[in-house]
């Protein structure tokens, strides 16, 4: 079965660090870009970040960039997340979504396998 | 990229026929995708490439549209329909719509 297991979330205070993880199963998981989404409490989602395949290639949200790293050990399947200098408004559960693309014709990329999630408290 | 949906709140009786609408700030061809979420769960893929339906997904669901503009159809309304819609986009780093939630009348 293809599965994806967030775990590590937790309270932490604001400029406090944190790292989730996501186990990955069922799936190679080398071969797919995979993504972390944040969802605040009751509010919509929002995209985070993503790493290729071999961890060689990542984005960031503006709203992240420079405080967290995403980061990828495919030996144990898992995919990190490092949050550091956190703030209030990072509080949210995190999902970690796989990647999948079309492969006839032109490649297109949507995200068809999640996690349940972890949520992150941050607050003093 | 930003991607507006519209309306923010919908409310429909089983049975009913829904749509939703999408709309891009550029053209992004056809690298919309749709997901569905219940309260407490993950989003769920229903729609990709704009009009492909994801395997296991009913076939009420459809997508449309192409450029800019998007809709997600529902044909015919089920109580398990009841939920939040987001559209998605792909042409380059993920930007979420701002979701429409199902509600029932």
């Known amino acids: 079965e293809v599965q994806l297991v967030e775990s590590g979330g937790g309270f932490v205070l604001p400029g406090g660090s944190l790292r989730v993880s996501c186990a990955a199963s069922?799936?190679?998981?080398?071969?797919?870009?995979m993504h972390w989404v944040r969802q605040a409490p009751g509010k919509g989602l929002v995209w985070v970040s993503r790493?290729?395949?071999?961890?060689?290639?990542?984005d960031y949200a503006d709203s992240v960039k420079g405080r967290f790293t995403i980061s990828r050990d495919n030996a144990r399947n898992t995919l990190y997340l490092q949050m550091n200098s956190l703030r209030p408004e990072d509080t949210a559960v995190y999902y970690c979504?796989?990647?999948?693309?079309?492969?006839?014709?032109?490649?297109?990329?949507?995200?068809?396998?999640w996690g349940e999630g972890t949520t992150v408290t941050v607050s003093s | 990229i930003q991607m507006t949906q519209s309306p923010s709140s919908l409310s429909a009786s089983v049975g009913d026929r829904v749509t939703i609408t999408c709309r891009a700030s550029?053209?992004?061809?056809?690298?919309l995708n749709w997901y569905q979420q219940k309260p407490g769960k993950a989003p769920n893929l229903l729609i990709y490439?704009?009009?492909s339906l994801q395997s296991g997904v009913p076939s009420r669901f459809s997508g449309s549209g192409s450029g800019t503009d998007f809709t997600l159809t529902i044909s015919s309304l089920q109580p398990e329909d009841f939920a939040t819609y987001y559209c998605?986009?792909?042409?380059?780093?993920?930007?979420f719509g701002q979701g429409t939630k199902l509600e029932m009348k």
């Open positions: 069922g799936f190679t998981f080398s071969s797919h870009w």
């Open positions: 790493i290729n395949g071999d961890g060689k290639s990542t």
């Open positions: 979504a796989r990647e999948e693309m079309t492969v006839s014709g032109v490649n297109y990329y949507y995200m068809d396998v």
């Open positions: 550029q053209n992004i061809i056809s690298y």
């Open positions: 490439a704009a009009s």
């Open positions: 998605q986009q792909s042409y380059n780093a993920p930007v």
